[in-house]
């Protein structure tokens, strides 16, 4: 194996060819033993996030191996329903750690130390910080194989680079992994903004698309639009890698006006806490109604991630002189491709227009950075400070629901429209007194007809949550326990021929929130794979010989229960 990663680290001057590194080179081994070929990248634009590292390829299956990249010791072992399943992390001497996500099962080594912990805690669920004398291990060490767990739509290895002390998620590829790229980022078109309400584009103040297209070899757009007063400009733009068909973030953007670069944005690291950011960096309704990824090269108020490395005026140009003006975009991956994108605007004064009235349910205009309170009949929504990005025209209305249910359908604003922090929404509602108080949750229904529900409490007529989202939002209830079907156990069975035992459980609306199996009154270990909606034993020595007696109970978030039960012999 060693001598397959000296091979493999040859060539990773493919990658690093276009950049300087201040990252050390040739520390970390791959973590695994076969051709890397990604899936995702470091940057790579997500919902509600940028990606912290990259997606290795497993090659369609689970169960490659997975190796420490350098010396240390596990700093950290998580394990969750969704996120990232099953990750390991890695403290090294030189200040790095390493993180090793999605994976199928640990080391018999690091798993003896994990099965320990969930006895304890009676839970597979885990959140564990070893100390660093506890799991030491050597580079090039199995420590995993590789799997599909937490939120992982495929088999693949999630693989982070952070620093220690920040704990803030670095490019992976800049530390000499052995990827070839020599394929140049594809620019899609450019999206302008007017940024206030005396700006506009060929006329009007709304935002327009341009699309990107190639002429002898020449990337163009498809006009020259008409700008006035002050404007913002957004770029569509994705990456390729070699032996990969995925879409792959890009690593630096460039904004000139006329040979003057006015916005650079570079993907070198992001801090966790400012990951969320996303949503004021990219064109958010965009994304929800055209499915088009646009980074903004201008910055909103509310906006403050650290990636821009130059913003003038924030990006945004102000076109107080007729003329032609001259732009480009310079976008730039990993490995040092470039793509380039020149075209013009002609400037021109001010064009009268009409402007664009009030939304008819316009309630109040809020201010991104003021708490927020809008209150009406039988309802009220209060919105932290800065939870805005920025200033918007608030929008709501109420109608009775179409079916039976305890309160009045409410039309919060728009779910086009982020949120950074959570708003909490008071909703009166009138309910029958069979239904048990704690039996009731909020439902909310998106723009797309998608229901999605928020568990709060009622207390003097009203019900109260929090949410991270705006859309039509009314009360109901959940008085219906959780499913629980045996798969391959029931009454009687004989298990000494299995591996293991498994359930598939569900719930109609709350969603499951804990599963407790007991054998003979003992507490047992379950893995649950919300994907799948599957439960599993792995017989692992803790269920002697004889007949027994099993007992699992299923509850969801508003506290109903399902207990199965059943007699078998091992």
């Not at 990604?38 to 990259?54: D, K, V, Y």
């Not at 739509?153 to 803030?168: F, V």
């Not at 140049?184 to 005396?198: A, C, K």
């Not at 709304?206 to 020259?224: D, G, P």
């Amino acid at each position: 194996m060693k001598q397959f990663i000296s091979i493999l680290f040859l060539a990773s001057y493919c990658l690093l060819a276009g950049q300087e590194s201040n990252y050390p080179l040739g520390y970390f081994q791959s973590p695994m033993d076969i051709p890397l070929y990604l899936a995702g990248n470091f940057g790579e634009l997500r919902t509600n996030h940028f990606h912290a590292g990259i997606d290795i390829k497993t090659q369609g299956v689970e169960g490659k191996k997975i190796y420490a990249s350098a010396n240390g010791f596990v700093s950290r072992i998580k394990i969750q329903h969704g996120g990232y399943g099953k990750v390991i992390y890695i403290d090294h001497p030189n200040g790095y750690t390493t993180v090793y996500a999605h994976l199928k099962s640990f080391s018999p080594k690091i798993d003896s130390f994990v099965k320990k912990k969930q006895y304890k805690n009676k839970s597979f669920t885990l959140n564990w910080y070893p100390e660093s004398n506890e799991i030491i291990v050597k580079k090039g060490e199995i420590i995993a194989l590789s799997g599909n767990t937490g939120g992982s739509a495929g088999p693949h290895l999630h693989y982070e680079i952070r620093a220690t002390k920040s704990e803030h998620a670095l490019n992976a590829l800049l530390f000499g992994l052995p990827i070839e790229d020599n394929i140049s980022p594809t620019i899609r078109g450019v999206r302008i903004y007017p940024i206030d309400d005396e700006s506009t584009i060929n006329g009007q103040p709304k935002a327009i698309y341009l699309e990107a297209i190639n002429k002898q070899n020449i990337l163009k757009l498809n006009s020259i639009p008409i700008v006035s007063r002050k404007i913002g400009f957004g770029i569509e733009t994705l990456d390729k890698i070699n032996g990969s068909r995925n879409r792959c973030g890009i690593f630096k953007i460039q904004l000139k006006i006329d040979q003057k670069v006015i916005f650079e944005q570079k993907m070198d690291d992001v801090p966790f806490e400012e990951s969320l950011y996303l949503n004021a960096h990219t064109d958010y309704h965009y994304k929800k109604t055209q499915n088009k990824w646009v980074h903004k090269s201008f910055i909103e108020p509310n906006n403050h991630l650290s990636i821009y490395k130059i913003s003038e005026q924030n990006g945004i140009v102000n076109f107080n002189k007729s003329g032609f003006y001259n732009l480009e975009y310079i976008v730039t991956d990993v490995a040092g491709n470039t793509t380039n994108l020149k075209f013009q605007v002609n400037a021109k004064p001010l064009i009268n227009f009409a402007k664009k009235p009030l939304h008819k349910n316009f309630a109040k205009k809020m201010m991104y950075h003021h708490e927020n309170e809008y209150n009406s009949k039988g309802f009220l929504i209060q919105i932290p400070d800065s939870a805005l990005y920025n200033d918007i025209d608030f929008k709501y209305y109420a109608q009775p629901h179409p079916k039976t249910r305890w309160s009045d359908i409410h039309f919060v604003h728009s779910d086009l429209t982020p949120l950074h922090k959570s708003a909490e929404i008071y909703i009166k509602c009138d309910f029958p007194s069979i239904i048990p108080e704690n039996k009731l949750l909020a439902i909310r229904k998106t723009s797309k007809g998608k229901i999605k529900v928020h568990v709060g409490e009622y207390a003097v007529g009203y019900y109260s949550f929090k949410t991270k989202y705006f859309g039509g939002f009314y009360i109901f209830h959940d008085t219906i326990p959780p499913k629980i079907k045996p798969l391959n156990i029931y009454e009687g069975k004989d298990i000494r021929f299995q591996n293991k035992f498994d359930f598939r459980i569900s719930d109609n609306l709350a969603g499951v929130k804990t599963y407790n199996c007991y054998i003979d009154d003992q507490w047992v270990l379950m893995e649950y794979d919300a994907k799948k909606s599957r439960l599993t034993h792995y017989m692992h020595d803790r269920i002697s010989s004889g007949k027994h007696r099993l007992k699992l109970i299923v509850t969801d978030y508003v506290e109903n229960q399902k207990i199965y039960t059943c007699s078998f012999s091992n």
